[in-house]
């Protein structure tokens, strides 16, 4: 792809589209703001200059595709990759659906202590590679 058609953009930039999903363009200041007014609709190929900017790092020059609506843009990123790009440049999550957890874990919770957590709610205790055993009271309730 030819530079003349990559956009040029600013960690400012990039943490306004990590941390909103659809930005209105009138978010957005200065230059960039310029071109998005001037893109036509549909994808653009946006280059964010490496850096400490906006309360962030970047090492590399990173380029990421954004879709331009009619007054939005918006981040072609997975949620869960906005959220971990995010902690990774600017050391938070800046994310609006929060950080991503499994179901029944809690946000920084590892799975050894959702295990853990899991086996004392249920009163089995258990190896990985053992059969679970089962707690006195289950175990009358079992052998009615």
């Given at each position: 792809?030819?530079?003349?058609?990559?956009?040029?953009?600013t960690?400012?930039?990039?943490?306004?589209f990590?941390?909103e999903?659809y930005?209105?363009?009138d978010?957005?200041?200065?230059?960039a703001?310029?071109w998005?007014?001037k893109?036509d609709?549909?994808?653009?190929i946006?280059?964010?200059?490496?850096?400490?900017?906006?309360?962030?790092?970047?090492?590399l020059?990173?380029?990421?595709?954004?879709?331009?609506?009619?007054?939005s843009?918006s981040l072609?990123?997975?949620?869960?990759?906005?959220?971990?790009?995010?902690l990774?440049?600017?050391?938070?999550d800046?994310s609006?659906?929060?950080?991503?957890?499994?179901?029944?874990?809690q946000?920084?919770?590892t799975?050894?202590a959702?295990?853990?957590d899991?086996?004392?709610e249920?009163?089995?205790?258990?190896?990985?590679?053992?059969?679970?055993v089962?707690?006195?009271d289950?175990?009358?309730?079992?052998?009615?």
């Amino acid at each position: 792809m030819p530079e003349s058609q990559i956009q040029h953009a600013t960690l400012d930039e990039l943490r306004i589209f990590l941390s909103e999903m659809y930005p209105p363009i009138d978010r957005f200041s200065g230059d960039a703001k310029a071109w998005m007014l001037k893109a036509d609709l549909g994808n653009v190929i946006v280059k964010f200059a490496a850096g400490e900017q906006a309360g962030g790092s970047l090492p590399l020059p990173m380029i990421l595709p954004v879709w331009k609506a009619k007054s939005s843009m918006s981040l072609l990123v997975d949620k869960r990759e906005k959220s971990i790009m995010s902690l990774r440049v600017f050391g938070e999550d800046l994310s609006p659906t929060g950080p991503f957890v499994k179901k029944g874990e809690q946000v920084g919770e590892t799975e050894e202590a959702a295990a853990e957590d899991k086996v004392e709610e249920e009163g089995v205790v258990a190896k990985a590679d053992e059969a679970p055993v089962v707690a006195d009271d289950e175990e009358a309730s079992m052998n009615v």
